[in-house]
């Protein structure tokens, strides 16, 4: 088979398939290679995000938290429920059902926007020719008038602790095991790491994190890093940093992991062993040496702010690109790239990008942090309110954690919102609207909030970085 398009995208994730979805809607003949195969062992779309990342691991933490809950509690409600159970197998046909209704909804959007799936692996050539095998190794070669390379990245692989069928599993394996193992290593206290560990803690597992930096959560303001820390210790989630990981042997079903810390070698058995050191792009095969596209230093594909490599009409995006490993950057770079190739102003403010991690309480944040502020010598004013004094935290009896927001003194706008608590993914979308609007600490102040809400909790810190918080004491009231 051939065919010409106005666009070619490689790659079907968060990042290639809302490049193909868009640049359809702009009238540009569009196709998408995507070879993932899912678990029922037919092709998908929608990448490592919705199969075996993002959407499932959420479904996991949502049901795990729930459970916890209940288990918890429920009685300090006033809820008897008896004894609460899981149903592990039960869980992971759930988030299984999940991933099949979404990845099939996008299989959906493209029929109903004129997108040509081409399932298998693709390969960008020269004079932009993409040739796409098949899984029964056939090929078939398309040119594209425009390409974008979305292929996304992979786990990162440690020699030391080689990953060993359902003992040693990096991300995607931790998602599908079927009992509650007795004992976890998670290598790595990162987003990833915390997440999976809290996944199988709140089902029973003893889960030990070894971090090899001394610092916890370093990309996070400190202040929410530590709140963070001492929350998750007692829920039980053992973290251990300044810990290298030597190696692993699987030995009798179990395994025996090798670390150092500042006192000295340890050797320690578990069950089960998850490898969450982070990711890496993701372009093996992907790229032939007559593309004629640069990569930098690190494997990524060099890109302007534009998201267009060296070669005209050749456009990467998401997680093969400089930046963070985030869905929702990749998806507003296909976007942009979409709108760019079809002439109009593409955009993605780089400044404002939202981070979030799903654990209970989530930690999110947007912006700069009080420490790079400090490091670049600007006058600001923090501003914070604990959900200990929220009248709705109280109701639903999740009081942990705080809302931190920090202003530019010399021109009133917000500049850093820092939030670990209930809902923290949600409430951060105000201060991102916010930021993005070039908003000022007075423009949330005169926003009326309704009561009792969450969201209180945002206007109570703007409030508190003018010295007049209402239902906390502040320090220097105007």
């Given at each position: ?18 490049a ?24 998908a ?33 006033g ?39 081409l ?8 004079d ?41 599993v ?9 009992s ?78 090798t ?44 890109v ?64 700069k ?13 923090v ?93 220097k009231?105007?």
């Open positions: 088979m051939s065919g010409s398009f106005d666009v070619i995208v490689i790659g079907g994730g968060p990042a290639g398939y809302v193909a979805i868009r640049a359809a809607q702009l009238g540009l003949k569009t196709a998408c290679v995507e070879e993932w195969i899912n678990k029922q062992d037919k092709p779309l929608g990448g490592t995000c919705l199969n075996v990342g993002c959407i499932p691991s959420k479904a996991l933490l949502e049901a795990t938290e729930l459970y916890a809950e209940a288990r918890d509690n429920f009685a300090d409600l809820i008897v429920v008896g004894k609460v159970d899981v149903d592990v197998p039960k869980m992971i046909a759930r988030k299984d059902g999940i991933v099949s209704e979404l990845t099939g909804g996008i299989s959906a959007l493209f029929k109903a926007n004129g997108i040509e799936w399932q298998g692996r693709g390969k960008l050539g020269a932009k020719q993409v040739t796409v095998t098949a899984r029964d190794g056939s090929e078939s070669s398309y040119t594209g008038a425009n390409i974008i390379i979305a292929t996304g990245s992979v786990p990162i692989e440690l020699k030391a602790t080689p990953l060993d069928s359902n003992i040693v990096d991300s995607s394996g931790a998602l599908d095991w079927e509650v193992p007795g004992s976890i290593c998670v290598i790595g206290a990162g987003i990833i790491g915390l997440e999976l560990g809290s996944v199988w803690r709140r089902m029973g597992s003893e889960v030990v994190l070894l971090e090899a930096q001394d610092d916890f959560l370093p990309m996070v303001d400190k202040a929410v890093a530590r709140e963070a820390a001492k929350t998750f210790k007692k829920q039980g989630l053992d973290i251990r940093l300044g810990s290298r990981v030597m190696g692993s042997v699987v030995e009798g079903g179990r395994v025996k992991v670390y150092q810390d500042s006192e000295g070698e340890h050797e320690t058995v578990f069950d089960k062993l998850i490898v969450a050191v982070g990711r890496r792009a993701f372009t093996d095969g992907a790229l032939s040496s007559e593309a004629g596209v640069e990569l930098d230093e690190r494997g990524l594909i060099h302007n702010d534009k998201c267009e490599t060296n070669v005209p009409g050749i456009y990467a995006i998401g997680d093969v690109v400089r930046g963070p490993m985030l869905a929702h950057k990749g998806s507003e770079e296909g976007i942009m790239a979409a709108e760019l190739i079809a002439g109009q102003h593409g955009h993605v403010n780089y400044d404002v990008m939202p981070n979030v991690i799903y654990t209970h309480p989530e930690v999110a944040w947007v912006g942090t009080e420490e790079e502020l400090k490091s670049e010598g600007v006058d600001y004013q501003g914070q309110f604990p959900f200990a004094a929220s009248g709705r935290a109280k109701a639903k009896g999740d009081t942990g954690g705080l809302v931190k927001i920090i202003r530019d003194k010399t021109n009133d706008r917000l500049v850093g919102a820092h939030i670990i608590g209930p809902s923290a993914s949600e409430l951060l979308a105000q201060s991102v609207l916010a930021m993005e609007f070039d908003g000022t600490i007075e423009d949330i102040v005169r926003t009326i909030h309704a009561h009792p809400t969450l969201s209180e909790a945002i206007h109570e810190a703007a409030l508190s970085a003018e010295g007049r918080a209402i239902h906390i004491a502040n320090r009231a105007r």
